[in-house]
């Protein structure tokens, strides 16, 4: 842990600390914008690195958007990224399941979640329930999807208000996991039926993509984020998830597998000092926080107890787009 973090503040120390890396990864939400608004500066100082040739990560806990719809955000808000910089703690949930658990082709995944993880469950070839949407052409209708030149039809048997009903839930004995991401739709029936099968299913595994509390929405305001979807689970069956998204080593492991990088020269950039700064630490890489997101210069006081503290400190990462100039 860092004794005492460097808050840059100058153009001679902004430069300083450029020079001394060759890959930047960088956390999403909270560094380079807030839901739909960047952060000033935030795409110049893309560019200037760029224009040195240093190697770029993008590395979110956000698991709503796959790796090719996040490159749609990105080019929507006018941020160069390639699809294979982009790292997704769905995506990595994906290559988890697919790769390490090496689960069985007639096996499923019950999810809780959004799109974005069904996208990425479905490149990794992992049959899906729950969610969002069903590949299934009796479900009753409602919206009409195509991913990946797939048909789905939204099933409301989940997104639902009704009391549950345990006498009429079929439980599926193929479901062998439960993967909880950020689900902006979650209801007792959902958590319901996670809670069958995670109980009732014999070897079910139970999988969080993150466990992040909260997560920025612009504006100093802040909404409930995917570790607060799973937190019920964990108290109803007494069992922690595997969590894949930062900080956790299942994260870097992913990234190493695609990129080659020397730790001691790649820096982790982010505004939390609970995921982002941890995951830089536990990786051997150095970290600079961001105070445009969930972290403030308070927490990296003694008396707050900072799980972690960062070697750099920026207000904001657009401070750095001087060095453009």
């Known amino acids: 842990m860092t004794t005492q973090p460097l808050k840059l503040s100058s153009k001679a120390e902004y430069l300083s600390f450029v020079d001394q890396f060759d890959t930047f990864m960088f956390d999403c939400d909270g560094v380079l914008w807030h839901d739909e608004s960047l952060v000033p500066g935030a795409v110049q100082v893309l560019e200037h690195l760029r224009a040195l040739k240093k190697k770029i990560i993008f590395v979110t806990n956000n698991a709503t958007k796959s790796r090719k719809n996040y490159k749609k955000k990105f080019d929507r808000l006018g941020v160069q990224a390639e699809v294979d910089e982009v790292f997704g703690s769905a995506y990595a949930s994906a290559v988890y399941i697919s790769s390490v658990l090496q689960l069985p082709k007639d096996e499923k995944v019950y999810v809780i979640g959004q799109a974005g993880l069904e996208e990425e469950l479905d490149e990794e070839g992992i049959q899906h329930i729950g969610g969002t949407v069903r590949g299934h052409p009796l479900s009753p209708p409602t919206i009409l ?7 789905y039809f939204q099933d409301p048997a989940d997104k639902t208000f009704d009391a549950f009903d345990i006498t009429k ?3 599926d004995p193929k479901v062998a996991v439960v993967l909880a991401g950020l689900d902006t739709a979650i209801n007792y029936t959902k958590l319901a039926k996670a809670m069958q099968y995670l109980t009732q299913n014999p070897g079910c595994r139970f999988i969080a993509t993150n466990e992040d509390s909260t997560y920025p929405v612009g504006g100093g305001q802040f909404l409930p984020g995917a570790g ?4 019920p689970l964990r108290y109803i069956t007494k069992t922690d998830p595997v969590s894949i998204g930062k900080p956790n080593q299942a994260m870097m492991d992913t990234i190493k597998a695609k990129h080659h990088f020397d730790p001691k020269k790649t ?3 982010g505004d939390r000092l609970d995921t982002d700064i941890i995951f830089g630490n536990k990786g051997g890489c150095s970290t600079l926080l ?3 997101g969930v972290a403030k210069e308070a927490d990296l006081r003694p008396e707050a107890n900072p799980p972690v503290l960062p070697d750099f400190i920026v207000n904001s990462l657009g401070d750095l787009a001087v060095l453009k100039n």
């Open 145 to 151: 999807l195509n991913f990946k030149a797939r048909i």
């Open 169 to 171: 839930f079929e439980r």
């Open 228 to 231: 607060s979807i799973s937190a």
């Open 267 to 269: 820096v982790m950039i």
């Open 290 to 292: 961001v105070l445009t």
